[in-house]
């Protein structure tokens, strides 16, 4: 045992030494765990049994390694790659993207301006996902830029990955088209003050919380008819680039079976794909639909800000029957078609400023209006749920919202029945085996969901 004490020293001493001329960081990673062998060989050796009780036989084994100083010299030449994410903001320069990522380097930052490829990290709308490696001292060795697709019809099927590189001549950059991931993820929540919080608490995706809504909207009223002690359960599917989720606008992943308990009543829901068709809706476990032929609203979780009433109007300061809904949002959130149908107008129309109007089956209309940009032209088909502008302030508007109607044959009717008194979808008789099918092999997994919000609860 002495001996081995001894030998210990002997390296301590030798690697005490080396860092004095090479003072890193791993170089005291590595004497502590020489210091540690040497004290650990003294402190376990009083615990071992008496040798003389215990049969022996002597194995004899060469190990070849490096010597101690080679093996420090090799980790002096070790360089560390310290790993920082982080997302992109509008108002980025290559300087202050480096600096928030924990990097100093002036030909990183100036590669970021020179290069083509590198400009459209800073170029356009925040958001996009930069993974960034550089040394201890800051020096940037790569650095991977995952964004949406410029083509709006790919951005729930592919992202773009630019990859900046260092090597001895410099910088170098790539761009590529790479497929996005699917993965499935569990869910649950207890309902205390609002559904977004409720989300928001257990990391659920707020494009995947408005699916929820908009799934249990016929028999939820949201806005008014929650309560506390209320609780959901869902399996969803996100979408990831390189691992990372991502929720980019198009690229959101769907709910694919969901419980909701509203004041002691449960209402579940599955998506159900028809194979020979590819088309697919939300269903009850008892095969009732779960998707009406409108949805409750034309912006996803929005607040209402003025109803179907009487008003006290705030540009004409008279009180008026105000003949639509008014959603209060921010400029530019995006405005679904709240059902299938065909665009009858699409551009300015007095205090309506940019409006829109769809054309339903049985001579139903829908209006949006208020929009700071229209995303369709009259004659087109859309379906529920497409996106067809943005919410603004055009037109007779005192601040950005959205101004919706309902008419039936020309006569407005009251926004919120909409859902509630629409038509629901109903499941083809020739699909009910294999939709069954798919429902048992959901519910184990909804069952754990619901376990993970239990569990939380009893934490608390």
């Known amino acids: 045992m002495d001996k081995w004490i001894l030998e210990g020293k002997k390296a301590l001493a030798r690697a005490e030494a080396f860092a004095g001329k090479h003072p890193r960081a791993l170089t005291g990673t590595v004497l502590g765990a020489l210091g540690l062998f040497a004290v650990t060989a003294f402190g376990i050796a009083p615990l071992a ?81 930069v993974e960034l490696t550089a040394d201890a001292d800051g020096t940037v060795q790569s650095m991977v830029v995952r964004y949406p697709s410029d083509d709006p019809t790919q951005q729930s099927k592919q992202f773009q990955r630019l990859s900046i590189t260092r090597s001895a001549a410099g910088f170098g950059a790539k761009l590529e088209q790479v497929p996005l991931q699917t993965e499935i993820r569990l869910g649950s929540g207890l309902i205390r003050s609002s559904l977004f919080a409720a989300t928001d608490e257990a990391r659920i995706p707020d494009a995947v919380a408005s699916q929820l809504a908009d799934i249990f909207s016929a028999d939820i009223d949201f806005h008014h008819e929650l309560r506390a002690g209320d609780r959901f359960s869902l399996v969803y599917q996100t979408l990831t680039a390189d691992g990372e989720p991502v929720s980019w606008d198009g690229a959101n992943g769907r709910i694919v079976a969901a419980e909701f308990v509203n004041k002691g009543r449960s209402h579940s829901a599955v998506w159900y794909q028809d194979e020979h068709t590819g088309k ?61 149908g065909v665009v009858d107008f699409a551009g300015q129309q007095n205090g309506y400023g940019n409006v829109i109007f769809v054309r339903h089956a049985g001579d139903r209309l829908t209006v949006y209006a208020h929009l700071s940009r229209i995303l369709v032209k009259k004659g087109q088909h859309v379906d529920q749920g497409d996106k067809i502008g943005n919410v603004g302030m055009t037109g007779w508007a005192t601040g950005p919202h959205l101004h919706f109607e309902f008419r039936v044959h020309g006569v407005h009717q009251d926004p919120t029945t909409l859902a509630k008194a629409a038509e629901t979808i109903k499941l083809p008789a020739t699909a009910r085996a294999r939709f069954e099918q798919t429902v048992a092999a959901l519910r184990p997994e909804l069952d754990q969901a619901s376990r993970l919000d239990a569990a939380s609860i009893s934490a608390e």
């Open 49 to 129: 049994p008496d040798a003389r009780n215990i049969p022996q036989r002597v194995v004899t084994q060469d190990v070849a390694h490096d010597a101690l100083d080679t093996q420090l010299s090799a980790l002096a030449d070790f360089h560390v790659g310290l790993v920082r994410n982080g997302q992109t903001r509008a108002n980025d320069t290559a300087d202050s993207l480096l600096r928030r990522l924990g990097a100093f380097d002036a030909q990183a930052a100036k590669f970021l301006r020179s290069d083509a490829l590198a400009r459209t990290v800073l170029q356009g709308h925040g958001g996009k996902l």
């Open 280 to 340: 697919g809706d939300y269903f009850g476990f008892d095969g009732s639909s779960r998707r009406t032929a409108f949805l409750a609203s034309p912006v996803p979780f929005s607040r209402v800000t003025s109803s179907f009433s009487m008003r006290f109007h705030p540009i004409l300061q008279q009180w008026k029957r105000h003949l639509g809904t008014d959603f209060g949002a921010p400029m530019g959130t995006p405005v679904r078609t709240v059902g299938d």
